[in-house]
C-alpha cells in the first residue's frame, strides 16, 4: 500500500471543497483514517498537502505525538484551484503578458544567421519567420526561452561573464 496515494489524496481534497467554509466532522476524519491505514498516516498526507499551500492542515506535533485540530483543517485558494478544471482564478490572475517587437524578428533572424546552416537553408527560415502571424511567432519565442531556461546555468555563466567584461 502506497503511503501517498494521489487517489486517496484527490478524495481528501474534493471532501474538503466540498465541505467548505465548514469543517470536518470527526466520523469524517475516522473515515479519512480507516482509508489511509492508521491516523498517523493520514496525518502525515496532510502535512505533505499542505507542504505543497493546498491545505492548512491542522496537524500539530509535539513531544513524538501528532494531534488533529479538525477546526485548522481546510483548503487553501491553491487547493481550490488544483481541483478547479479550469485551474481557478489562480489561472486567471497569473497569466504573463509577452509582448513582442519587431527587435524580437530582428534577433531571431539574427540568430538564424549566425547558424553553421547553409545560405539557402536561412534564407528559407528567415522567410517562414517573417510570414508567421504574431500569435505563432509568439509560440515560438515562447518554445525558444522555454528551451534556454531548460539550459539555465549555461545561460548564468554567459551573463556572468558578460557582466565581468563590461
Known amino acids: 500500500m502506497d503511503k501517498f496515494d494521489r487517489a486517496k489524496q484527490r478524495?481528501?481534497?474534493?471532501k474538503l471543497y466540498d465541505l467548505s467554509p465548514y469543517v470536518m466532522e470527526p466520523e469524517e476524519a475516522d473515515y479519512f483514517n480507516e482509508l489511509?491505514?492508521?491516523?498517523?498516516?493520514?496525518?502525515?498526507?496532510?502535512?505533505?498537502?499542505?507542504?505543497?499551500?493546498?491545505?492548512?492542515s491542522g496537524v500539530r506535533l509535539a513531544?513524538?505525538?501528532?494531534?488533529?485540530?479538525?477546526?485548522?483543517?481546510?483548503?487553501?485558494?491553491?487547493?481550490?484551484?488544483?481541483?478547479r478544471e479550469d485551474g481557478g482564478?489562480?489561472?486567471?490572475?497569473?497569466?504573463?503578458?509577452?509582448?513582442?517587437?519587431?527587435d524580437t524578428i530582428d534577433e531571431l533572424e539574427r540568430v538564424i544567421n549566425s547558424s553553421k546552416e547553409s545560405p539557402d537553408d536561412k534564407k528559407k527560415l528567415i522567410t517562414q519567420l517573417?510570414?508567421?502571424?504574431?500569435?505563432?511567432?509568439?509560440?515560438?519565442?515562447?518554445?525558444?526561452?522555454?528551451?534556454?531556461?531548460?539550459?539555465?546555468?549555461?545561460?548564468?555563466?554567459?551573463?556572468?561573464?558578460?557582466l565581468h567584461q563590461l
Not at 478524495?11 to 474534493?14: G, R
Not at 482564478?89 to 519587431?102: M, P, V
Open 11 to 14: 478524495e481528501v481534497l474534493q
Open 63 to 83: 513531544n513524538g505525538e501528532a494531534d488533529l485540530k479538525l477546526a485548522e483543517l481546510k483548503l487553501t485558494h491553491k487547493g481550490i484551484d488544483f481541483l
Open 130 to 162: 517573417r510570414s508567421l502571424p504574431a500569435d505563432a511567432i509568439k509560440h515560438l519565442t515562447l518554445e525558444l526561452l522555454g528551451k534556454g531556461m531548460s539550459h539555465l546555468p549555461d545561460a548564468f555563466h554567459t551573463i556572468q561573464k558578460a
Open 36 to 56: 489511509f491505514g492508521h491516523e498517523y498516516n493520514f496525518y502525515a498526507n496532510l502535512l505533505y498537502l499542505e507542504g505543497h499551500g493546498l491545505i492548512e
Open 89 to 102: 482564478l489562480g489561472a486567471i490572475l497569473n497569466i504573463l503578458t509577452i509582448r513582442l517587437h519587431g
